[in-house]
């Protein structure tokens, strides 16, 4: 049944709908996404928001009256809408708006408020504010109290374990904006203000932004839009929308799916006094350990605020930068983040995101990661080819290593405080012309023969007492072949190793 896990992983990369709500509920609305966007389990989708939010970045921002964050699975967009949440615990609210969008019905254009009633999550129950729900729906004109385009909408359900866990008393207004329409949005943008105007309130959109670009075009997509609607303007947003779609950027599909929702928090927002659009934190399905790059949906989350400083600059672009040899620092970096990735994965079944912008981390380089317990060999898997970012390819080789080493059953989480990590980040190869360029202690070798190959580290020799011709013996029973192979017809490529483990 695995093709049917990793179905699920592909459709929630930006939070297609994979399931039904069709059991009638005299409370209101059950939960339809749970073990599918998010655990199912109320223990473990608890201690996965706690480990979010203790990872979550903390910006000195004003107080939000709006945010923006995203609505995919969690294990890709999770942090991104916990760095938001951090922000907005900070502060006081006990009503949340939840501006949500349409995937479901296509036929439907208008507003649709969830005016009474519970919504369910793992986590329990969580009230609608009817007051104010039944205020929005009395505005007439596009608004409705159709339940019919909430009942399989997931971009509301996934932000409420958040708001139970940050705000547990706080009620909510579920909302269902069909279509970005600028005049429809402009309208009830104010009637959502008059609302909650003199209550102690916060508006949610909930919007992922590009689906299905590669990683870089994804990159310069998202830092437009985000740059667009720092300015509060809706018809700056929509304009920049319009031209990045008209770029015919590949396999662009949309620049932002919860545009409606977007467009009206900016209207409530502008109308409650917020003047400011600020970026919290934005990364990509990519940047996660065992994200593709090669098609991605982005993630942000912005706060819209009463500015009391700068609004601060445009998110430039990302210009590469040769990095320089790791420091101390960066290695400590590295093998923190290995061990985060396989304790959050053996706890949650997701992984951490990095969060680091450092040119050392995002060159592309093959790495191995070893586990040894109690001195012992526990897993080392590493991939040779230079073709992700170090701290993905670390990341990824750390869960392998733990994981997937054949020649160990897989690594528990009450092992893991045994275990010490060690990396090797490899140099590019280099063709060598005789086994006499091979220097024992400093090259690690890959050698090729009738289409088979085997690779050892630089520190294997040493570790094994081998002799260079003990070692290429060794190399070429590894690769299946006689252990004189490598004395004609073989091809060799050396590579070195920075290699640094823990204490």
Partial sequence: MM?????????????????????????????????????????????????????????????????????????????????AFRLASRFSFDRIIVLGTNHTDSDFQGISVFDAGEFE?????????????????????????????HSREHSIEVILPFIQKVFPKAKIVPVII?????????????????????????????????????????????????????????????????????????????????????????????????????????????????GDRTRVVGYAAMSFCRASRSCGDLLPARIPTQAPALTGEQKQVLLSFARNTIQQYLETETTPLFRRDDPAFLEKQGAFVTLKKHGDLRGCIGNMTPDLPLY???????????????????????????V???????????????????????????????????????????EQGWTRNEMLDNLCRKAGLSSDCWKQGAEFDTFQAIIFSEP
């Fill in 3 to 83: 093709w049917f896990r990793w179905l699920f992983i592909l459709l929630t990369l930006c939070g297609v709908q994979i399931a039904d709500c069709s059991a009638d509920s005299s409370f209101g609305r059950p939960a339809v996404m749970a073990g599918k966007f998010y655990p199912e389990d109320p223990g473990r989708l608890s201690a996965l928001i706690d480990a979010m939010m203790r990872d979550a970045v903390t910006p000195e921002m004003d107080a939000p009256v709006a945010l923006v964050v995203p609505h995919a699975g969690y294990t890709y967009s999770g942090q991104i809408c916990a760095d």
């Fill in 121 to 149: 999550t793992p986590l329990g129950r969580i009230p609608v504010d009817e007051e104010i729900a039944k205020k929005l729906v009395s505005a007439g004109k596009s608004v409705t109290a159709d339940r019919r385009v």
């Fill in 178 to 290: 069909g279509a970005p329409n600028r005049d429809m949005c402009q309208w009830f943008g104010g009637v959502l203000a008059d609302a909650i105007r003199e209550k102690s309130a916060l508006i949610i959109a909930s919007s992922d932004l590009s689906h299905y670009p590669n990683y870089s075009d994804a990159t310069e997509v998202d830092r437009s839009i985000l740059n667009a609607m720092k300015r509060l303007d809706p018809g700056a947003l929509l304009a920049e929308v319009r031209h990045q779609e008209g770029l015919q950027i590949r396999n662009l599909a949309t620049t932002a799916c919860g545009l409606g929702p977007i467009l009206t928090a900016m209207a409530a927002a502008r109308s409650l006094g917020a003047d400011c659009g600020r970026v919290i934190s934005h990364a990509n399905s990519g940047d996660i350990t065992l």
């Fill in 392 to 418: 993905q390819t670390v990341g990824r080789m750390a869960l392998s290593s733990a994981l997937h080493d054949s020649r160990f059953p897989r690594l528990s989480l009450s092992e893991l405080k045994d």
């Fill in 420 to 462: 010490k990590i060690e990396i090797s980040a490899l140099t590019p190869y280099q063709r060598v012309d005789s086994v006499d360029q091979i220097r024992i202690g400093q090259d690690g070798v890959l050698l090729k023969r009738s289409g088979r190959s085997a690779v050892f580290l630089p520190q294997v020799a040493p």
